[in-house]
Structures are given as structure tokens and as C-alpha cells.
């Protein structure tokens, strides 16, 4: 397992590129089981959880030949006989679920494990089984798995509105399902995100027949056959926005390439709320921050409206916006990890249930932090960045996930982040460097009436 060592206190400046979207690549491979002959996938970013899909693939009888260095896929499911998601693998990541839809389409059977539990709280199915079960696929849960088969899939008009709004990889499962289904679906109240349009893209190539793609009503005639094709998968809007928020930060000025400004609406309205620039040409954007920030209130929601995997990376900059933000999380109401975390840097952040109150401008100082997800660990990064000092980030492997190498693309920034393996459990913490940092606080000055005891612990 590695660790970050970030040295606070940079200006970030410079051009990035952003790599290919994991959440639109993930349903997408998944999608290569609707067929039996070749899609090809290009701007496939390299990152653990496409790795996690590679593998579950593997194992439903997808051969593959991936070159990820050059992002790119060539996947061709030739072994129809296996349907069987195993634990091992799903738990892994919950995108996995996004295999359920595929194989119930075409190969009329799944056993998919459930996903489980998750630091951003309660991720429940329901709404995939809901909307399986009305195209006609008995399933039922046994032991931690989903065991589902149809005879054929029917379609049907299906209703996707949950408590907390539409589901986006529901979206993706039904829409991969309902194009090999007889007759016609509706999905209403569907997930507009631009990965479900991307996946709806490559259907359409695919051989699908799909109408309202990019609205919350998306019609599908089923056809008894899907074949083969190459896509080109979206720049990734979540690196896009962190790198973005990077350049604010840090009072930097950073250009992004290869990025789509049209996915990125609510966070450039954020951002210019806050005080940030953001100049925008076809395929590039360019933030920066000439003045002091100032707070912001906003609430996250499905898209377009402000996206929960951008959260905690904006709660991160509005630590330094003098004032009080107010910050509603609608999507996941408990996805607040980060919050203690940037408490410990010097952040005054107060929760009271689904919404965070940052007192900002305080200032931060490095200190040793825990990674509990994927985009908490982008927010004490970006914290970190501008925090006086070192902090030392451990569980980095959340990280890895989800954003491709995202230290080496601040690094050409101009941030100071160093990889190291964290020290195995049976080796002392002095022999990785930041050990000062986590060994304890000598810095500090004692206060009156401590003092250090024979073995070293503290009396008072
Ligand atoms: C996708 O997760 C993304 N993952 C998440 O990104 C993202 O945070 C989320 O959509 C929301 O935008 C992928 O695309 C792989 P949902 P998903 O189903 O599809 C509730 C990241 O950091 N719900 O749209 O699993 C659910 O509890 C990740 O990259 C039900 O009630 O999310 C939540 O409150 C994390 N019943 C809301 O809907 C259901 O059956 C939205 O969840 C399904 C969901």
C-alpha cells in the first residue's frame, strides 16, 4: 500500500490533460457482453476499478486484449456459458452491478453477487431489480447474490425515481437490457449523467434503437441482435473538476486539454460564484482565482445540477473562502468522511445531518491524514495543497481507483507530492520518510505541568 507525503503552500500552474471517465467506461465494458462479436474502446483510463471490470469480465467469458498505456480495449464476449458475478470480484467495486442488465439481456440468466455496503453510505438496488422484474426476469436474493433469469424480456414503461433522485448505473442496467427486450421500454425519471449518454452512444452503434438520450425520458425498441463497435469514451468531468478546483486552491492558474466544458456547467457556476475565472474553448478550460474566494450555499443533485463526486473537493476550497458555505449533499446524505479529516488540518466544519456548515479562511497546517474513498481522498489532497506544511495521506489505494496517477499530473503542476510504499506492519515507522509526522507532535510545546514519563508516555 503507498502513502502521499504532500508539501503544502505550492501555486499550481501548467497544462493537464484529463484521461478517459471511469464511470462512463465501466457500463460501457459491461456492455460488451450484449454481443458476441468485437467492441473496441478507446480513452480507456488505467485505473484499479478498470482493472476490477477487466477481471469480472474475464471471468464471464469475455476475451480481451487491453493495452491501457494507449487507454485502449478490444472486447469480444466468445463464452456465452458462464453468468456468475462472484463476491471475490463485486465487492471489489460496486460498478459491477452494471454486468446484471447485460446478462440477463443476452444470456437470460445472472447470478450476481451484492454489491454491499460503502463509506459513502447506504447503495441500495432496489431500483435495478424493480425495473428487471417489470421486463420480466423472476429474480430473487439468496445468500448474497442476486439469481435472476428470463425466458425473454418484454417491454414495459418503468418508473426510475427513488428517495434520493434517479440512479445513474440503474439507468445504465436497464438501458442495456431493454435493447435486446421484445417491444418497446420507457424508462422515466431517468439519470441524464453524460456517462448514460455515453453508453447510450455506443448502443446506438451497437445496433441499438434509442430515443431522448441526454433527457429523463429515454425510449427503446428492442432488436434481436447487437454487433460490433469502436467508441471513443468522454474526458472524465470528476478529474476535470478536481484538477479545476487544484488550480483554485492553490490561487494558480491551470489549463485543462481534453475536456468537455458542456459536462462541467454546475461546477464552473461554482466556481465563478466563488470568485474563480473560467475560460472555456472547445476542448480546453482554464481557471483562475485573482481575488479572495467567497463563500458559497449549494446543493449536490443528479445531473446537471452539482455533482456529488465533486463535493468534498469543493468543500475542500471553501475552507478558505472568508465567511460561512453551506453545503446540502441530496445524493448521498452520509457522504461526509472528508469532514473530520479536513478538521484536522484546521477546517471549522460543523454536520448537521445531510448538510455541512464550513466556517472558512481559517488557516491549515499538514498533518497525518486516513483516506475513507474515492473522492474524500481527492479533497484532502487538494486540501493538503493548500495547507502550510506536510501532510501525510495514507490509503491512497481509494485514490488509485478512480483518478489515473493524479500526484504525477499535479506534480507536472508544480505540487509536491511524493509516493511511497507505507511501512509494512512489521517494520518501524521511522524507516519510511514523514515518519515525524505520524511518530507524534514535537513540535508542540508542552503545555505546564506535562511531562514525559521513563517509557515515554505522557503523564500529567
Ligand atoms: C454512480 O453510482 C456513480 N458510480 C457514483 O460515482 C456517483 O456518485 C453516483 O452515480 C451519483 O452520481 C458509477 O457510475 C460507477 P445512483 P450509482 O444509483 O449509480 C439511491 C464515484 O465516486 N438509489 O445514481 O451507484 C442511492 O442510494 C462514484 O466515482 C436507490 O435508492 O449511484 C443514492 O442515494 C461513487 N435505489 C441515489 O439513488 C437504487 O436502486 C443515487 O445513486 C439505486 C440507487
Redesign the pocket.
Known amino acids: 500500500m503507498d502513502l502521499f507525503i504532500i508539501q503544502g503552500g505550492t501555486r499550481l500552474g501548467g497544462v493537464a490533460r484529463v484521461h478517459g471517465s471511469?464511470?462512463a467506461a465501466?457500463p460501457i465494458m459491461a456492455a460488451s457482453i450484449l454481443t458476441d462479436a468485437p467492441l473496441t474502446l478507446t480513452n480507456i483510463p488505467d485505473l484499479a476499478d478498470i482493472r476490477s471490470m477487466l477481471a469480472l469480465l474475464d471471468r464471464l467469458g469475455v476475451s480481451m486484449s487491453a493495452n491501457l498505456a494507449s487507454s485502449r480495449l478490444t472486447l469480444q464476449a466468445d463464452d456465452p456459458s458462464s453468468f456468475i458475478a462472484p463476491y471475490d470480484l463485486v465487492r471489489k467495486m460496486?460498478?459491477s452491478i452494471c454486468v446484471l442488465g447485460p446478462l440477463l439481456a443476452k444470456r437470460k440468466k445472472a447470478i450476481v453477487s451484492l454489491p454491499g455496503g460503502c463509506a459513502?453510505?447506504?447503495?441500495?438496488?432496489?431500483?435495478?431489480l424493480k425495473g428487471l422484474a417489470a421486463l420480466g426476469v423472476d429474480l430473487r436474493i439468496e445468500r448474497g447474490y442476486v439469481i435472476a433469469q428470463a425466458e425473454h424480456l418484454t417491454g414495459t414503461t418503468i418508473d426510475l425515481a427513488?428517495?434520493?433522485?434517479?440512479?445513474?448505473?440503474?439507468t445504465c442496467n436497464l438501458l442495456c437490457a431493454a435493447t435486446l427486450a421484445k417491444g418497446t421500454t420507457v424508462l422515466t425519471s431517468a439519470?441524464r449523467?453524460p456517462?448514460v449518454i455515453d453508453l447510450g452512444e455506443l448502443l446506438i452503434k451497437m445496433g441499438a434503437k434509442i430515443e431522448g438520450l441526454g433527457t429523463s425520458t429515454l425510449t427503446i425498441h428492442g432488436v434481436t441482435e447487437l454487433g460490433a463497435a469502436t467508441h471513443e469514451v468522454i474526458p472524465d468531468r470528476?478529474e476535470a473538476a478536481t484538477l479545476l478546483i487544484a488550480g483554485a486552491i492553490t490561487g494558480g492558474e491551470v489549463t485543462l486539454e481534453t475536456v468537455r466544458a458542456d459536462h462541467l456547467t454546475s461546477v464552473v457556476d461554482a466556481l465563478t460564484r466563488m470568485g474563480c475565472t473560467v475560460q472555456k474553448t472547445h476542448r480546453s478550460m482554464t481557471i483562475r482565482t485573482f481575488e479572495k474566494l467567497s463563500p458559497i450555499d449549494l446543493a449536490t443533485g443528479?445531473y446537471p445540477a452539482f455533482?456529488?463526486?465533486v463535493q468534498a473537493q469543493l468543500m475542500a476550497l471553501a475552507t478558505l473562502a472568508p465567511g460561512k458555505s453551506r453545503i446540502v449533499e441530496t445524493?448521498?446524505p452520509d457522504r461526509f468522511m472528508h469532514v473530520s479529516e479536513l478538521v484536522r488540518l484546521g477546517a471549522q466544519i460543523e454536520q448537521h445531518g445531510n448538510t455541512a456548515i464550513i466556517n472558512g479562511c481559517r488557516p491549515m497546517n499538514g498533518a497525518p491524514l486516513m483516506a475513507s474513498d474515492?473522492?474524500a481522498s481527492a479533497a484532502l489532497i487538494l486540501a493538503a495543497l493548500a495547507s502550510q506544511g506536510e501532510t501525510v495521506l495514507r490509503r491512497i489505494y481509494h485514490l488509485d481507483r478512480?483518478y489515473q496517477r493524479l500526484d504525477e499530473t499535479l506534480n507536472q503542476l508544480g505540487a509536491k507530492i511524493t509516493r511511497v510504499a507505507d511501512v509494512p506492519e512489521n517494520l518501524p515507522e521511522e524507516s519510511i520518510p514523514g515518519s515525524d509526522l505520524l511518530a507524534g507532535p514535537h513540535w508542540l510545546t508542552k503545555p505546564a505541568g506535562v511531562s514525559e514519563s521513563a517509557e515515554g508516555r505522557t503523564s500529567l
Open positions: 471511469k464511470n465501466l460496486r460498478a459513502i453510505g447506504h447503495r441500495p438496488i432496489d431500483l435495478h427513488g428517495p434520493n433522485g434517479t440512479t445513474v448505473t440503474g439519470a449523467e456517462e470528476i443528479p455533482p456529488t463526486d445524493v448521498f474515492l473522492r478512480g
